[in-house]
């Protein structure tokens, strides 16, 4: 079963989402607070959970600069932007930061749901109207030399893992190795090729730089 955070300054919404993912049999979401300081505090004494939704304006520090935080401390954590931002500069930050999805707040329940799980399964959720966004940015990419990364083999393989769409679990499937290893080599290749998402690993990947 997997677990769900998230993080909403919106006491309506974020109490109906919480309602409606805790009425999924293959969902619980045990926590919902209104701002990053609130869930780093809970993250210290609990079991993170699987996948964070998290607003862009919150009180405090802004959710964009809380998934570089999180992300730094538990990068085994996804998280999804649901916001009703959707200007080039918000998604992409977002995305640079650590996001592996981006939602706009008008998508239904059941699509968040459906979203949640694209995402355990190694997809990039994201409303159509940022995915257009997102595919014109990297329609014409910059040409960039190649960078010398030094990843290993396996290193070099779960990359390939990740540009194929492969969760944790097939990756370590594929290759006969716990999901553990996978995360740790997942933890190396973001410290090399200094990012902090598999959506930035795999943008390099696509571009030749790796």
Avoid: W
């Avoid at 677990?3 to 049999?25: A, W």
């Avoid at 930050?93 to 592996?100: Q, T």
């Avoid at 030399?145 to 969760?167: A, C, F, H, M, W």
């Amino acid at each position: 079963m997997a677990v769900i955070g998230i993080v909403e300054d919106n006491k309506k919404i974020r109490d109906l989402i919480q309602r409606y993912l805790d009425m999924q049999d293959e969902l619980q979401c045990p926590v919902a607070v209104d701002s990053v300081e609130e869930m780093l505090d809970y993250l210290e004494k609990y079991d993170p959970p699987d996948v964070l939704l998290m607003d862009i304006q919150l009180p405090g520090m802004s959710g964009i600069k809380g998934i570089g935080i999180i992300k730094q401390k538990y990068p085994e954590i996804e998280i999804i932007m649901l916001t009703i931002y959707h200007d080039s500069h918000k998604i992409f930050d977002s995305l640079v930061a650590g996001a592996s999805g981006y939602l706009l707040k008008h998508t239904s329940l059941p699509e968040i749901k459906e979203s949640i799980q694209t995402l355990i399964e190694g997809g990039a959720p994201m409303s159509p109207q940022i995915a257009r966004k997102v595919i014109n940015h990297f329609k014409k990419p910059e040409k960039k030399s190649k960078v010398e990364y030094d990843l290993t083999p396996r290193e070099q393989d779960i990359v390939n893992g990740l540009v194929d769409g492969l969760s944790y679990k097939l990756i370590a499937d594929r290759f006969d190795i716990s999901i553990d290893t996978v995360r740790a080599h997942i933890r190396n290749i973001y410290k090399k090729l200094h990012v902090n998402s598999k959506a930035e690993v795999i943008a390099k990947s696509l571009r030749g730089e790796i």
